[in-house]
């Protein structure tokens, strides 16, 4: 009665094998590809993987229980605190080992779930450890894992040693010849007929073994993408809860620009035009009867025009930096270094004189312009770094200093404006800044790929030319 479901189990998958006739690599149709499954590569990469996970679970379960085990029971001294939480991350290890198990058998990619950060303190620490869902499922997947595992090694390892066993019989019927063969009640039985039935058997019975292994690991894999790996559903669902998140901080922050830019305006360009207006007014009407008072009204004129001048320009350099959209981010990082109180430096390791979209060379400008202002404001700080350059596919800007820290992304503070608008270019802002320093603003945001090159025409197809 045991074997019953791993019949049931094996008939479905050859059922499957049949009228999907998918096998990677393959498109023989559906029973070649079933008759040939014990020769492809897929069927001994998945059975591979179904044996290292026997060994893999095995340890693990072994490991958890002796974890858990003495952690509770030494919980009373406080090292078990520590036990409880290595047995934890033993198993945060696990995972990761059983995803790239997973890749034996299908290379499709798995993305990890994402774990809690570790924090600045033991506060964080122990939250991270104890509370993070996904890392209780990394402990739940072990539990689940262990007999699944067990189960796969025993079927496959039934059916494979049957298979090979029946293919081996018609050798051994050879090498113990014809009177050791005695059938049912006594009666003899051709040797011959023994020997082509058994591998006939065998020989049928190993494309049903092949299709067991490579159904058991794709249903293996299944339960991996469930409990360790990010939901599909849920990605897209975070995605777009990240893009109206961030589309809501862009535009609340382009408003608040808006905002700044006409108070400005108001407060500063137009009061000293209006003021420019009236002295030239007044210099106008008496030029004739006292021309050294028009001559003195002039002269204030044009220090009002020398001061509307240089408000505008301080206003058009806050929306769009000069040497920015001339130069590059580099240059500009270094202008703003330049002008901070704090001594700043910049390291680039970007190709001289490379140009970025101006979307992104904007958001970075921006990180680091803010950055700074807090460095001078409130950092306390003696020196400042700016780090620029490019990491996998990423612009990466990295502001660090030696002030006091403290630094948070609080709901509508600087920090967080700066973050909506890295995200609304899929990017990340993350502040590292522990109680003493020191503070590490880093944002990462996506560069797009480089153009391929168009093929070259075939010459012996012209007709596929432009």
Known sequence: MIGVPFVIL?????????????????????IG?????????????????????FWVELGAIAFLIAAFSSGTSLLVVGIGVVILGLAIEGCRIVARIERRRALLADRRPLRPHAYRPYGSDLRDLLLAVFVDPNRWRD?????VASPLTMLELAAILALWSTSLMLISVPVWLAMAGADAVVGLAGLPVPPAAVAVGAGAAGLVLAPVAASVSQGLMALHRAVIAGLLCVSERRELERRVETLEDSRRTVLETEASELRRIERDLHDGAQQRLVSLTIDLSLAAERIESDPAGARTLVVEARDQARLALAELRDLVRGIAPAILLDRGLVPALSAIAGRCPVPTVVESTLAEGARLPDATERAAYYVAAEALTNVAKHASATGCEIRVGEEAGKLVIEIRDDGSGGARIAPGGGLAGLAGRVEALDGSLAVTSPAGGPTVVRAMIPLPAPAQPAPAPDPDKPWLRG
């Open 33 to 53: 590809t079933f008759l040939l499954s014990p020769l492809h590569p897929a069927t001994w990469y998945a059975t591979l993987a179904i044996v290292l996970g």
């Open 10 to 30: 094996g008939l479905l998958l050859v059922l499957s094998a049949l009228v999907g006739a998918r096998v990677q690599g393959r498109d023989g149709g559906a």
């Open 139 to 143: 402990v739940l997947y072990v539990l």
